[in-house]
């Protein structure tokens, strides 16, 4: 038998262990640190029903996520949000975003102009993005979305739309935002002509269906039923299982030190953030350890509110709204989850996800939980006009949970792939830090290592 060893039991891991137990002659071990599997998908109860403290859905044009949930006889049980349209906090009010606008960047400049999320003069700069002078994006290389979305469309648009739905996905700020990593749409827009305008024109159209899906019993039910699959196929799951390094045999193959002893392995699928990834692999691939641990991860605090219908206001702008750093609110979004699911909205309740902290902002981090709670209370009577006491919180922190895709990212990624390669031969790479924070992109993720994995023990 071959022995691989899964290091991480997060999503990626979880499908990295799935499809390695399902290969012939195969025996995985999955290690992992923390006394629950799942990572950073985490569902909770907010006022009686289960509510997604974590991920609450996933890109469904992606394919990854939606056939996974076919292989584990899922895949009729999604559900796609009933509300579709958002809005930004934005010069005093909720506005709702402009028709046209793809990822931020607006299409429709007199949509732009009345939706007033910027000034009259920041609508009239947008305007003019098709004629300015400029060049496509060279194929091959990378840009910051922000600068990007700046010189063409001006800061206003930058700041108050980019920024607040590009930067909020990722915690980030777009200024130092990878557009070939964050927004492969864009970047190709920007590589077809130098006008994004005119780039995303001439985009091909959209497949037809839902862009989102969720399971109406929260995302760990998809979690749980992978997990259990693995389990069926005999897969051995160490819990509360910290690994202290990937060290080299002399006869080929790798020793992981764990607490009590040692996991022996001819093959390794290291499905962790980055930083913890080059601490594993320092001793034996030195090289490539620095540019995995320069990774940065911004940490976030998603706060679960619970009201009496009678309680709140309607829905201001449908599924919820965006809050851009120019407002220099601790609030990031909102989420009006129970009119954006029909599941968490049919009892009559109203249920919001509202979410602070960004890269750059430690704030919340810093605040005790009722703290952020009490601070993101007023906000949303200052947003929406939103006073009543809440019947239920839930509060859910993850720090440093969303890695920063600088410009290159995807570039120096796989080069420290191809240093493990050289230096540890079948060590694969998987997870958010590779170059998508999202769901379908961690679960490609895991698979690929697999793959890379097997291949290379032939």
Not at 127 to 144: F, I, K, N, T, Y
Not at 148 to 164: I, N, Q, S, Y
Not at 439 to 451: D, E, H, K, L, M
């Amino acid at each position: 038998m071959t022995t691989v060893a899964v290091v991480g039991g997060g999503v990626a891991g979880l499908a990295a262990a799935f499809d390695l137990a399902s290969a012939n002659g195969v025996e995985v071990v999955l290690l992992e640190a923390g006394d629950r599997l799942g990572g950073k998908v985490r569902t909770g109860s907010l006022a009686g029903r289960a509510m997604d403290l974590g991920p609450d859905s996933f890109l469904a044009r992606r394919p990854e996520a939606v056939r996974l949930c076919t292989e584990l006889g899922l895949a009729d049980d999604l559900v796609a949000p009933a509300a579709t349209s958002a809005g930004v906090w934005s010069r005093g009010r909720v506005r709702t975003l402009p028709a046209g606008q793809v990822l931020g960047v607006p299409t429709d400049p007199w949509a732009l102009a009345r939706s007033g999320i910027v000034s009259a003069l920041g609508a009239a700069r947008a305007a003019v993005e098709p004629v300015l002078p400029g060049r496509p994006l060279a194929e091959g290389s990378d840009a910051a979305v922000g600068r990007l979305v700046g010189r063409r469309f001006g800061r206003e648009v930058a700041e108050r739309l980019v920024d607040p739905l590009l930067g909020g996905i990722n915690a980030g700020s777009t200024d130092a935002l990878s557009v070939v990593a964050a927004a492969p749409q864009l970047a190709a827009a920007a590589r077809r002509s130098r006008s994004l305008v005119r780039g995303l024109r001439g985009a091909p159209a959209a497949a037809p269906g839902p862009v989102f899906l969720t399971h109406p019993g929260g995302l760990s039910v998809v979690v749980d039923a992978l997990a259990a699959r693995v389990d069926e196929l005999g897969v051995t799951v160490r819990r509360s299982c910290p690994v202290e390094a990937v060290e080299p045999r002399a006869g080929g193959g790798y020793r992981l030190p764990v607490p009590g002893g040692g996991v022996e392995a001819d093959g390794v699928v290291l499905a962790l953030p980055a930083p913890a990834a080059a601490g594993l692999v320092a001793g034996a691939a030195p090289a490539a350890a620095p540019t995995l641990a320069a990774v940065r991860a911004a940490s976030v605090v998603l706060v679960g509110l619970a009201y009496r219908a009678g309680d709140a206001p309607p829905d201001p702008v449908g599924s919820g709204f965006l809050v851009p750093r120019p407002e220099r609110r601790l609030m990031t979004a909102c989420s009006w989850a129970s009119a954006k699911w029909a599941h968490l909205g049919s009892d009559g309740m109203v249920r919001l996800r509202v979410s602070a902290g960004r890269v750059d902002d430690l704030r919340a981090m810093a605040m005790d939980d009722d703290e952020v709670v009490e601070r993101l209370r007023v906000e949303l009577e200052a947003a929406v006009g939103l006073s009543a006491d809440p019947i239920d919180v839930q509060v859910a922190r993850w720090p440093d949970g969303f890695p920063q895709y600088a410009p290159g990212h995807l570039d120096r990624m796989a080069g420290v792939q191809a240093e493990l390669d050289r230096a540890l031969p079948g060590v694969a790479l998987a997870g958010a830090a590779l170059g998508g924070i999202g769901i379908p992109a961690c679960v490609g993720s895991g698979r690929a290592a697999a793959t890379r994995v097997l291949h290379r023990l032939g």
